[in-house]
């Protein structure tokens, strides 16, 4: 299973880490900077993993401290994509003791968001691990966060799909309602795009497939399709032409994946690992 992840630079990062540090903190940490008024000693702490799961987001959580303070030391236990237990130790600071505390949430938040993300990915790919079918996410995903979810998905062994509207051409029932149908929709955008941009068409019947492919859709998408249904349009569409990709998306659960898979298609997109991941418990405690 490919644990590949790549995270965004940090141009990308850091001004989005200083937004919601600066949401987290307001006009100043009342409780810390009373506590700590004058030359902040240096401390230690440790993050422990309260329940089982894979583990995301270590770097960014060292970033978030390293912008409160570039002198915090950070140093993970586990590597990005481990499953870890729990009670596992999976990173040890050590820095000026108000860095740690008004930067503790906010990188918390973010693993722990991660993790669950990573976590929940990693189930649904291991239900089809022995299938050659893909597991990929959707747009679905929390504003301002959409990098990072993504990650996470990666890290759970899921590839990514298109991360904006810039990265691909996906005519949804709503754009071939708009369009008057699929023909006449991929017509004019085709004429419009960039070159190395792919379309892929969303259908919903036998004949939206059959329309789709006599109009040089290079991916499509077989949507809320029963599971019989979605066998003979797999058979139609490899017997037409064998180089366009196959995605199937809808209602998708760790109890169906498996079964979606078998009809043959190359790719599963579901918003489940996002939308439905429950955070992964982390805490962090102080070794003054």
């Known amino acids: 299973m490919s644990t590949f992840a790549v995270l965004p630079p940090w141009l990308i990062l850091d001004p989005l880490l200083r937004e919601w540090l600066s949401e987290d903190i307001g006009r100043g940490d009342r409780t810390t900077q009373s506590l700590l008024a004058h030359n902040p ?23 978030v401290f390293q912008t409160l303070d570039e002198q915090v030391k950070f140093v993970s236990c586990a590597a990005e994509g481990e499953l870890c237990q729990s009670g596992q130790v999976i990173a040890q600071m050590s820095g000026a003791l108000d860095a740690l505390l008004m930067g503790e949430r906010v990188a918390l938040n973010l ?99 059959s329309e789709a492919m006599q109009h040089g859709a290079d991916i499509i998408m077989l949507d809320n399709m ?38 043959g298609v190359d790719y599963i997109s579901s918003s489940a690992p996002i939308t439905q991941a429950k955070w992964l418990d982390l805490s962090m405690k102080i070794e003054c």
């Open 41 to 63: 000693p240096i401390g230690q702490a440790k993050w422990v993993a309260k329940a089982p799961g894979v583990i995301a987001g270590l770097p960014v959580a060292a970033r």
């Open 111 to 209: 693993a722990m968001r991660l993790s669950g993300i990573a976590s929940l990915t990693r189930q649904y790919v291991e239900r089809i691990e022995d299938l050659p079918t893909q597991l990929v996410d959707t747009r679905k995903t929390t504003p301002g966060l959409r990098v990072l979810e993504k990650y996470a998905t990666q890290l759970g062994g899921a590839i990514n799909h298109r991360m904006g509207l810039d990265d691909a051409v996906m005519i949804k029932d709503n754009h071939i309602a708009v369009a008057g149908g699929i023909s006449k929709a991929i017509a004019q955008i085709r004429q419009r795009i960039p070159y190395p941009l792919t379309i892929e068409v969303e259908t919903e019947s036998l004949e939206q497939v």
């Open 226 to 263: 029963s599971l019989e249904r979605m066998h003979q349009a797999v058979e139609t569409i490899r017997q037409h032409n064998s180089k366009i990709k196959i995605e199937a998306s809808g209602n998708v659960s760790l109890e169906t994946i498996c079964s979606v898979a078998e009809t």
